[in-house]
C-alpha cells in the first residue's frame, strides 16, 4: 500500500528555534494535514490543505505555525520559534478525495523541545 | 468540538468482546475510526455515512445511529493484536476536518 513519508523520526530543538517538519504524501492525493499528538493524549487537527492554500486550521495553529507545499511532491509544517508545550508527536496526513475518504498518516515526527 | 468516547479504558481476555462508544453535540455526516499502536501512526480501521449504517472488518464492526449521534465499534472474539488506543473521529459536514476523540485504551490479555 502507498505510505506518507515523514523525516525526520525525532527532531530535538532548542526553545525558541525554528523547526521544519517535512512530509512526502501519497503522490496522487490532493488534500493534505497536519495533526499532534501529546503523549498519551488524544491526536489533534493543526491545519489542512488543498489547492496550495490552508483550508482550516485549529485555534492551535497560531501566526508561530505555516505550511507549505514548495513543491510537487513534499509538504511542510515550519514552526517560527518552538515554545516547550510545543513537544509532541507531528503527524502529517493524506487523502485523495473531497469527501469523506479514509487519512493516510504518516509515521509522525517526535519533536522534543528543550 | 470534539466527540467523547467512552469507556476511556478496557482490559480484556483474549477471546472477550467489547464494545467502543463515540458521540458528538453536533449532528454527524461521519464517523472514522482508527487503531493506534505505542509509537506508531493511527491506522484506519472504517468509515460510516450518515444513513445508520454497519460495517465490518474482520472481527471488528461498527454501527452509526445519526439521529443519536453516535457511533458503536463492537471488538468480537479480542485477538491480542486488538491491543491499542481505538480513536473515533467525526465530521460534520462532508470534506471537514476530522476532529478525534480522547481515544480509549484497550488492552487484551492471554
Known amino acids: 500500500e502507498p505510505e506518507v513519508t515523514q523525516t525526520p523520526s525525532h527532531q530535538v530543538t532548542q526553545m525558541g528555534q525554528e523547526v521544519i517538519l517535512r512530509c512526502v504524501p501519497i503522490s496522487n492525493h490532493l488534500y493534505f494535514y497536519w495533526y499532534r499528538q501529546i503523549l498519551g493524549q488524544k491526536v489533534e487537527f493543526l491545519v489542512s490543505f488543498y489547492n496550495n492554500e490552508i483550508s482550516e486550521k485549529s485555534e492551535i495553529f497560531d501566526d508561530q505555525f505555516s505550511v507549505e507545499r514548495p513543491d510537487g511532491s513534499n509538504f511542510t509544517l515550519k514552526i517560527r520559534s518552538t515554545k516547550l508545550e510545543d513537544s509532541a508527536m507531528y503527524f502529517c496526513?493524506?487523502?485523495?478525495?473531497?469527501?469523506?475518504?479514509?487519512?493516510?498518516f504518516g509515521s509522525g515526527t517526535q519533536l522534543s523541545v528543550l | 468540538q470534539q466527540p467523547v468516547q467512552s469507556p476511556q479504558a478496557v482490559i480484556l481476555r483474549e477471546g472477550e468482546d467489547a464494545v467502543i462508544n463515540c458521540s458528538s453535540s453536533k449532528a454527524l455526516y461521519s464517523v472514522h475510526w482508527y487503531r493506534q499502536k505505542h509509537g506508531e501512526a493511527p491506522v484506519f480501521l472504517m468509515i460510516?455515512?450518515?444513513?445508520?449504517e454497519q460495517k465490518g472488518h474482520e472481527k471488528i464492526s461498527a454501527s452509526f445511529n445519526e439521529k443519536k449521534q453516535q457511533s458503536s465499534l463492537y471488538l468480537t472474539a479480542s485477538q491480542l493484536s486488538y491491543s491499542g488506543t481505538y480513536f473515533c473521529g467525526t465530521e460534520n459536514n462532508a470534506g471537514n476536518m476530522l476532529t478525534f476523540g480522547g481515544g480509549t485504551r484497550l488492552m487484551v490479555k492471554p
Open positions: 460510516l455515512l450518515k444513513g445508520g
Open positions: 496526513a493524506s487523502k485523495d478525495g473531497e469527501g469523506s475518504e479514509k487519512l493516510f
